[in-house]
């Protein structure tokens, strides 16, 4: 473990713009709304911005990318095929813990499981993670439910911990201390761990007084969406309020649900591009001929939670689907983010 | 694990159409060939799996594969219903398409042997049980009696109608055909597919049942077929959804906790049960 200088830490990101793509978050002069954006200059990253209001997923799922560029010439009957992956090298500075976990879980799904996938493969392999613990929680955050927060385990080359004048430097990876060491960063001590415990702990006991009303409920949930123990009812009483906008899924750092269309451009080229879908939609199952075998709107509530909460889901993800950041509470017109479902059924179970 | 997964599959293999037929009314079938010698000559498959058709300029379809993994022209009978498959059944030969795959876990083989056979397909739903149709036939010795029950709208609407007669000269090949509606020259059988189980004497001791058709279809044969004492793991069928990956990404093709195109899409009707909102 080592140290930096508060006024300092800024250069480890000017470092790290020598070799990668540099994105952090940054706050918007006028709005003051923060985004996970890429940076020109380590100077625009801001690590007391709250967290982000679209996860840092984007980096490594954007919402359209181009996968696959071809040309088809029909009277020559040739094709030209290009793949057409982005492989650049990018470092994210200041992600919080719960977006890393969202991260740690795409991982899983996406080059765990049985097939990889090669888009999200290439984004991935040179990436240079650097965290950014939480010591004070943010209006809707529930991590401390979700065990993704506020400072993060796995999944990190650089962990940074806010200690008043100093920040502690955690690394997570050979990549990161060799890093730290190229840096020349001094060695902490046993009282900045403890420290850093003591930091960690006070933040905890800050977000319990946030995440009363859904702690420990969110295991209880997941064991009734599991076992399928939920009246219909109270997934029609969901589904009713839902506006099918799809905002939860695309400010859900595990939503990962992607539509492939080819998009034919002027020049006679064609691109395949790959971008965000949701399961709210009513066109998400709709196959050829009309026949939609998912039809009411519960049904696709229902599927969004069963994928965030269920047993069988995570076990691909090797955790919940949900990290607790609180998105989908702030974005939802209906009133139905994640921490809302389990006050609902939470009610049915007591009731 | 490694040998398991398989990396390069967001990119098509570039395949020519060789010949076109017309099979029935908006179905055709496209006998394809990989421009790639070395992809044609590797290109293996399972009965019962699919691949992705990509047509150049509109778009991906998940389309199943009626050929048998042995001794079989790798081709796909696609009915035209939707904007890929209508700009497919606009190609001739010579013209190119993309494929990727194949994807799916496939029918059994091993584990039927020694056992009866019974093909039950609604009008298209025999094109996936082709391939399985063929492959025990092919294997002729190691079966029970293989019954095809067949059920079309009309008679001009019965797939495949070259292949059921050559199969038909294989012995103890029974098949059973039935039209909704008969034209003018129909001898044969006129009503539902189901009704050509009680024809047809079913066994239900060391049978499995092989059932692809239209939901409507699917759901009074199987009930059918379980009230003359057929269990639920020994019907088998083969699902459909909306898919665009093929590999377990996208995530459209989810039902209950189990993905079509990673799980599926072959399924026993004990499975398809526990899963809701299947058809």
């Known amino acids: 473990m080592y140290l930096i200088e508060k006024n300092n830490v800024m250069k480890l990101a000017e470092e790290l713009a020598k070799s990668y793509s540099l994105y952090g978050p940054v706050v918007d002069k006028d709005t003051k709304q923060v985004f996970f954006n890429k940076v020109s200059s380590a100077s625009e990253i801001s690590l007391t911005a709250e967290i982000p209001s679209i996860p840092p997923k984007t980096v490594v799922f ?104 100093v920040y502690l430097v955690e690394t997570g990876s050979d990549k990161g201390r060799a890093f730290a060491e190229k840096m020349g960063l001094k060695a902490s001590g046993p009282e900045h ?40 009812e109270v997934w029609e009483h969901i589904g009713k309020q839902c506006f099918e906008c799809g905002a939860c899924t695309f400010v859900c750092p595990t939503c990962s649900c992607f539509n492939i269309e080819d ?60 990290v607790g950041c609180g998105r989908c509470q702030w974005v939802c017109p209906g009133d139905i983010g994640l921490p809302n479902v389990v006050t609902y059924i939470r009610r049915e179970i007591t009731e | 694990m490694s040998d398991v997964q398989k990396k390069v599959i967001t990119i098509p293999e570039i395949a020519t159409v060789v010949e076109v037929k017309d099979e029935i009314q908006d179905v055709k079938t496209f006998y394809l060939k990989f421009d790639n010698p070395e992809v044609d000559a590797n290109f293996k498959i399972k009965s019962g799996q699919f691949v992705m058709l990509t047509v150049f300029g509109y778009g991906e379809s998940a389309i199943s594969l009626p050929p048998s993994p042995e001794n079989d022209r790798f081709h796909l009978s696609v009915r035209k219903v939707g904007k890929v498959t209508d700009a497919l059944h606009n190609l001739v ?22 056992k009866n056979i019974i093909y039950v397909a609604g009008g298209i739903g025999l094109i996936p049980l082709r391939s399985s149709i063929v492959h025990v036939l092919q294997n002729r010795k190691d079966f ?136």
């Open chain 1, 193 to 232: 761990t403890l420290e850093k415990k003591n930091a960690v702990d006070k933040s905890i006991s800050l977000f319990e007084k946030l995440a009363t009303d859904n702690k420990a409920w969110i295991s209880r949930v997941m064991n009734r969406v599991t076992t399928g123990f939920i009246k219909e």
């Open chain 2, 93 to 114: 030969a010579g013209d190119k398409v993309g494929i990727r795959g194949p994807f799916g876990n496939g029918f059994p083989f091993e584990e039927i042997k020694g």
């Open chain 1, 263 to 322: 998009h034919n451009k002027f020049n006679g080229s064609t691109d395949r591009l790959r971008t965000w879908d949701s399961c709210s939609f009513e066109g998400y199952t709709k196959m050829a001929g009309d026949h939609n075998p998912r039809h009411p709107v519960e049904d696709r509530r229902n599927k969004r939670f069963f994928c965030k909460l269920s047993y069988s889901q995570s076990k691909k993800y090797l955790r919940p689907g949900c």
């Open chain 1, 62 to 165: 954007p919402q359209i990318e181009r996968i696959l560029k071809y040309n088809y010439d029909k009277d020559a009957k040739k094709v030209e095929m290009e793949p057409d992956f982005d492989s650049s090298s990018k470092a994210l500075f200041g992600i919080r813990p719960c977006d890393l976990t969202g991260i740690v879980v795409l991982d899983r799904f996406f080059m765990g499981l049985e097939f990889v996938d090669e888009v999200y493969l290439e984004h991935r392999k040179r990436m240079f993670i650097v965290t950014n613990t939480c010591t004070v929680p943010f209006k809707q955050c529930f991590c401390v439910c979700t065990d993704s927060g506020p400072s993060a385990d796995e999944g990190y080359d650089l962990n940074l911990t806010d200690l008043g004048d």
């Open chain 2, 144 to 279: 029970g009696r293989i019954i095809v029950l067949l059920g079309a709208r009309t008679p001009k609407d019965l797939m495949y109608q070259n292949d059921i007669e050559e199969w038909l000269k294989i012995e103890g090949f029974e098949c059973y055909v039935t039209v909704d509606q008969k034209t003018e020259g129909w001898k044969g059988e006129t009503g539902f597919v189901n009704s050509l189980i009680e024809k047809a004497n079913v066994p239900v001791e060391n049978t499995v049942a092989f059932v692809c058709g239209p939901p409507v279809m699917f759901n009074s044969v199987i009930g059918d077929l379980m009230s003359r004492g057929l269990k639920d793991d020994c019907i088998i069928s083969t699902l459909e959804r909306h898919m665009k990956c093929g590999i377990g990404k996208c995530q459209h093709c989810a039902i209950g906790r189990t993905l079509v195109c990673t799980d599926g899409p072959v399924y026993t009707y004990k499975q398809i049960k526990t899963l809701g909102e299947v058809i």
